[in-house]
């Protein structure tokens, strides 16, 4: 009788059971295998994705791409302004506020934008919880000295919305408090912006307030959309390129640029780099999940919005670096900067 295969038989037992007498079976029974199957090691293509993920550092990549984009603006409008909306964190090479700053990334930006710093966090029109609003405020005070913070709080009413403006005033930041969170709308109050100014804005250092209006289809048409605009006294103009499906030529942006009261301001456009939208320009009919490799999830609090690898090449030349690239478009419409949202994409593949 083959002895071998009298062995075989209770060493695969064991090895599913995990028990204790498998030690103590002799160190050759390990030579001999209960099946190809049971045995078998991930596979190689498997494993060489986690450790690829395991190896991807996805702050420093989001680094890396804002960097780039604002690399390629810059080169061909020094002025042009890049303002990363959250993802507050990046700030420091460490994600701590009291973490050494990263320089680069911060060189190569004009401001940052925060949402829901005290009102909007768990809900809209109800105060941030105090310990979610110092969290992010030891970030901005952090860079606040050297960059301007723009602070969008969503919430209505005389009361909130003036606390909003104070106490965003009092930390030193500029902001928006918008009665609606689909920035849809020019509010009613206050009836003139919370600082109002007639001094020329020609940098976004200089402005005191701004208007958060990109999502524009509620207005029947680009001039009824430019003729709003044009009877307000905001120093910057948070926008976007389109109106149902439309580009504003830069001809239109340029009738933007002069304040109600006279004095100059700028004209920024919202441009999403962490996800991909189903309604842009560059979306094809064929694209999905899966296909273009870099679309990898999609959003289901945003109808429309895909989860993308932002460190992707297709997808970063899809953002800028040629003629095609969406922050070409930008410039090319005489936009005086971008204003980036989805900028804490990385917090979807840190915790996937």
């Known amino acids: 009788m083959d002895v071998s295969f009298i062995l075989i038989i209770p060493y695969c037992m064991l090895m599913k059971t995990r028990n204790n007498v498998l030690f103590a079976l002799p160190v050759v029974l390990s030579m001999l295998s209960c099946s190809k199957t049971e045995n078998a090691n991930p596979s190689t293509e498997q494993e060489q994705e986690k450790q690829a993920a395991a190896a991807t550092d996805y702050r420093q990549e989001m680094r890396n791409f804002v960097i780039g984009i604002s690399q390629y603006a810059k080169a061909q409008n020094p002025a042009f302004a890049i ?48 310990e979610d609003n110092l969290y992010i405020r030891e970030f901005l005070n952090r860079i606040k000295t050297t960059k301007k913070v723009m602070v969008t709080d969503y919430c209505s009413g005389k009361t909130n919305m003036d606390k909003s403006y104070s106490s ?64 307000k006294n905001y120093d910057v103009i948070l926008m976007d390129l389109f109106l149902n499906g439309t580009a504003f030529t830069a ?17 920024i456009c919202y441009m999403s780099i ?15 999940v899966g296909n273009p490799p870099f679309i990898v999830a999609v959003n ?14 297709d997808w970063k030349k899809v953002i800028f670096g040629n003629d095609s690239s969406y922050t070409k478009k930008l410039i090319n419409s005489h936009f005086d900067g971008a204003y980036l949202d989805i900028i804490d994409g990385f917090e979807y593949f840190e915790g996937n």
Do not use: H
């Open 83 to 130: 303002i990363p909306q959250n993802g507050i964190e990046l700030i420091t090479t460490n994600g701590e506020s009291d973490g050494t700053l990263a320089q680069a990334y911060v060189n190569a930006i004009d401001g940052v934008g925060q949402e829901d710093l005290f009102f909007g966090y768990d809900d809209d029109n109800v105060p941030t919880p105090s």
């Open 168 to 231: 965003n005033n009092t930390n030193g930041y500029i902001s928006f408090a918008a009665d609606q969170r689909e920035l849809f709308n020019i509010p009613a109050y206050p009836a003139q912006p919370y600082g109002v100014n007639s001094n020329n804005i020609t940098s976004l250092s200089q402005a005191k307030n701004f208007l958060y209006l990109i999502n524009p289809e509620k207005f029947s048409s680009k001039k009824q959309f430019i003729d709003s605009v044009k009877t």
């Open 251 to 267: 001809a239109e942006i340029d009738q933007l640029k002069t304040k109600a009261n006279g004095g100059k301001r700028l004209v």
């Open 274 to 288: 962490g996800e991909a939208e189903d309604y842009r320009y560059y979306w094809q009919s064929t694209w999905k």
């Open 300 to 313: 289901p609090d945003w109808p429309g919005n895909y989860k993308v690898q932002y460190w992707n090449t």
